[in-house]
């Protein structure tokens, strides 16, 4: 079996997400069969990627595993751009789980009758 073709970018995306403090990066790019380039976690989130340049089209492998996937949809990176819009994303969306998590411990010892801790 040849190795599966890479997008000109995906050295410079890979890059791009490996000097962000927190990220962590795994390349599925040899693996083929429709499954996405990356698996990135960060924030505790896990995002599945794949890797198109500018006019890149999923072919009909990728579609049909795209299609199926159960989890979080796939995240099409094209540039470095993209990458810096992704983390700024899971950024805002990483506070909110946080926040919750805050308000319902506040909640819970008012409802004990102790005063609220601040812990953020």
Avoid at 14 to 22: C, I, W, Y
Wanted: some cysteine; aromatic content about 6%; hydrophobic content about 40%.
């Amino acid at each position: 079996m040849s190795p599966k073709r890479i997008d000109d970018n995906h050295r410079a995306i890979v890059k791009a997400l490996r000097q962000h403090p927190g990220v962590r990066v795994f390349s599925t790019a040899a693996v083929g069969k429709g499954v996405p380039d990356l698996c990135v976690g960060y924030q505790s989130f896990t995002i599945l990627c794949e890797i198109k340049g500018a006019k890149g089209r999923l072919n009909p492998a990728q579609t049909e595993w795209h299609f199926e996937w159960t989890g979080t949809p796939v995240v099409i990176l094209r540039t470095v751009d993209d990458v810096i819009l992704l983390l700024r994303t899971l950024d805002h969306y990483a506070t909110e789980p946080r926040a919750l998590a805050t308000a319902l411990i506040m909640q819970r010892e008012t409802d004990a009758g102790r005063p609220p801790t601040s812990k953020s």
